[in-house]
Nanobody, 115 residues
Framework: QVQLVESGGGLVQPGGSLRLSCAASGSIYSPNLMAWYRQAPGKQREQVAWMSTGGANDVIQSAKGRFSITRDNAKNTVTLQMNSLTPEDTAVYSC?????????WGQGTQVTVFS
Protein backbone atom coordinates (compact mmCIF):
# COMPACT_ATOMS: atom_id res chain seq x y z
CA GLN A 1 0.00 0.00 0.00
CA VAL A 2 1.08 3.55 -0.72
CA GLN A 3 0.15 6.72 1.14
CA LEU A 4 0.54 10.21 -0.28
CA VAL A 5 0.40 13.29 1.91
CA GLU A 6 0.32 16.77 0.40
CA SER A 7 1.17 20.04 2.07
CA GLY A 8 1.65 23.65 1.12
CA GLY A 9 -1.70 24.81 -0.18
CA GLY A 10 -3.30 28.04 0.93
CA LEU A 11 -4.44 31.50 -0.02
CA VAL A 12 -2.36 33.78 -2.17
CA GLN A 13 -2.87 36.96 -4.16
CA PRO A 14 -2.45 37.04 -7.93
CA GLY A 15 1.20 37.08 -8.85
CA GLY A 16 2.16 35.26 -5.71
CA SER A 17 3.83 31.90 -5.26
CA LEU A 18 3.11 28.66 -3.48
CA ARG A 19 5.10 25.50 -3.08
CA LEU A 20 3.26 22.20 -2.84
CA SER A 21 4.96 19.13 -1.48
CA CYS A 22 3.93 15.50 -1.52
CA ALA A 23 5.51 12.72 0.47
CA ALA A 24 4.93 9.12 -0.52
CA SER A 25 5.33 6.28 1.93
CA GLY A 26 4.74 2.57 1.96
CA SER A 27 5.71 0.13 -0.76
CA ILE A 28 7.34 2.40 -3.32
CA TYR A 29 8.93 0.79 -6.34
CA SER A 30 11.03 2.16 -9.15
CA PRO A 31 10.33 3.12 -11.82
CA ASN A 32 7.31 5.17 -11.04
CA LEU A 33 5.74 8.41 -12.05
CA MET A 34 4.62 11.15 -9.69
CA ALA A 35 2.32 13.91 -10.78
CA TRP A 36 0.16 16.79 -9.66
CA TYR A 37 -3.44 17.13 -10.74
CA ARG A 38 -5.93 19.84 -10.02
CA GLN A 39 -9.66 20.18 -10.10
CA ALA A 40 -11.41 23.51 -10.06
CA PRO A 41 -15.10 23.85 -9.12
CA GLY A 42 -17.29 22.76 -12.01
CA LYS A 43 -14.33 21.61 -14.09
CA GLN A 44 -12.76 18.28 -14.88
CA ARG A 45 -9.60 17.21 -13.16
CA GLU A 46 -6.48 17.95 -15.19
CA GLN A 47 -2.89 16.90 -14.91
CA VAL A 48 -0.70 19.87 -14.06
CA ALA A 49 2.77 18.34 -14.08
CA TRP A 50 4.48 14.98 -13.94
CA MET A 51 7.93 13.61 -13.37
CA SER A 52 9.35 10.11 -13.67
CA THR A 53 12.00 8.52 -11.53
CA GLY A 54 14.33 8.99 -14.47
CA GLY A 55 13.78 12.74 -14.53
CA ALA A 56 11.55 13.11 -17.56
CA ASN A 57 8.90 15.71 -16.83
CA ASP A 58 6.37 18.07 -18.29
CA VAL A 59 4.06 20.87 -17.22
CA ILE A 60 0.66 21.76 -18.58
CA GLN A 61 0.85 24.39 -21.30
CA SER A 62 -1.06 27.00 -19.31
CA ALA A 63 1.53 26.77 -16.53
CA LYS A 64 4.72 26.57 -18.55
CA GLY A 65 7.20 29.16 -17.38
CA ARG A 66 5.32 29.54 -14.09
CA PHE A 67 5.22 26.07 -12.53
CA SER A 68 8.06 23.62 -12.10
CA ILE A 69 8.13 20.08 -10.73
CA THR A 70 10.97 18.41 -8.92
CA ARG A 71 11.33 15.20 -7.01
CA ASP A 72 13.67 13.47 -4.61
CA ASN A 73 13.70 9.78 -5.43
CA ALA A 74 15.58 8.91 -2.25
CA LYS A 75 12.90 10.56 -0.11
CA ASN A 76 9.95 9.73 -2.40
CA THR A 77 8.84 13.32 -2.48
CA VAL A 78 7.62 15.53 -5.29
CA THR A 79 7.31 19.29 -5.21
CA LEU A 80 5.36 21.70 -7.37
CA GLN A 81 6.67 25.24 -7.34
CA MET A 82 3.99 27.62 -8.54
CA ASN A 83 4.87 31.18 -9.41
CA SER A 84 2.89 34.05 -10.94
CA LEU A 85 -0.34 32.51 -9.78
CA THR A 86 -3.63 33.68 -11.26
CA PRO A 87 -7.22 33.17 -10.13
CA GLU A 88 -7.50 30.51 -12.85
CA ASP A 89 -5.05 28.40 -10.84
CA THR A 90 -7.54 28.12 -8.01
CA ALA A 91 -8.30 24.44 -7.47
CA VAL A 92 -7.78 21.44 -5.27
CA TYR A 93 -4.35 20.07 -6.10
CA SER A 94 -3.75 16.36 -5.63
CA CYS A 95 -0.59 14.32 -5.70
CA UNK A 96 -0.57 11.12 -7.72
CA UNK A 97 1.81 8.18 -7.98
CA UNK A 98 1.68 5.45 -10.58
CA UNK A 99 3.69 2.28 -10.25
CA UNK A 100 3.23 -1.21 -11.60
CA UNK A 101 0.00 -0.18 -13.22
CA UNK A 102 -1.57 1.04 -9.99
CA UNK A 103 -2.49 4.64 -9.29
CA UNK A 104 -2.49 6.22 -5.84
CA TRP A 105 -3.87 9.57 -4.75
CA GLY A 106 -3.32 11.98 -1.95
CA GLN A 107 -6.16 13.69 -0.17
CA GLY A 108 -5.65 16.99 -1.97
CA THR A 109 -4.79 20.50 -0.87
CA GLN A 110 -6.69 23.67 -1.66
CA VAL A 111 -5.00 26.48 -3.55
CA THR A 112 -6.96 29.72 -3.73
CA VAL A 113 -5.74 32.73 -5.66
CA PHE A 114 -7.78 35.82 -4.87
CA SER A 115 -7.49 39.53 -5.33
Amino acid sequence: QVQLVESGGGLVQPGGSLRLSCAASGSIYSPNLMAWYRQAPGKQREQVAWMSTGGANDVIQSAKGRFSITRDNAKNTVTLQMNSLTPEDTAVYSCNLVQSGTMYWGQGTQVTVFS
